[in-house]
């Protein structure tokens, strides 16, 4: 079992920059495929970005690429959503979601542990 805590939310001009945390329990956190998905309101919760247990594989939505940068940290037990050229479409609750087991993935029913969220909210 894992746990995932959210933060670094909060309230952004269009055009700025917030990087969020997701620090996670357990041991085996580097062995997890880690990812970061968004509900709008009135939305599906839609894949943003995704990152393999090494580092060496990484995948982003197209509406991201370019300036949104997932990374982690194994020696902490963190990952990261760093988002730049924020943009009021951006505005979500951001998830942090982990699976522990295969490969990376966009498909959001794939993965089996997830965080409470975190608002992120982007300003014109």
């Known amino acids: 079992q894992v746990q995932l805590v959210e933060s670094g939310g909060g309230l952004v001009q269009a055009g700025g920059s917030l990087r969020l945390s997701c620090a996670a329990s357990?041991?085996?956190?580097?062995?997890?495929?880690m990812a970061w998905f968004r509900q709008a309101p009135g939305k599906e919760r839609e894949f943003v970005a995704t990152i393999s247990w090494s580092d060496a594989a990484t995948d982003y939505a197209d509406s991201v690429k370019g300036r949104f940068t997932i990374s982690r940290d194994n020696t902490r037990n963190t990952a990261y959503l760093q988002m730049n050229s924020l943009k009021p479409e951006d505005t979500a609750i951001y998830y942090c979601?982990?699976?522990?087991?295969?490969?990376?993935?966009?498909?959001?029913?794939?993965?089996?542990?997830w965080g409470r969220g975190t608002q992120v909210t982007v300003s014109s």
């Open positions: 357990g041991r085996a956190f580097s062995t997890y495929v």
């Open positions: 979601a982990a699976r522990n087991y295969g490969g990376i993935t966009t498909s959001r029913s794939t993965y089996n542990f």
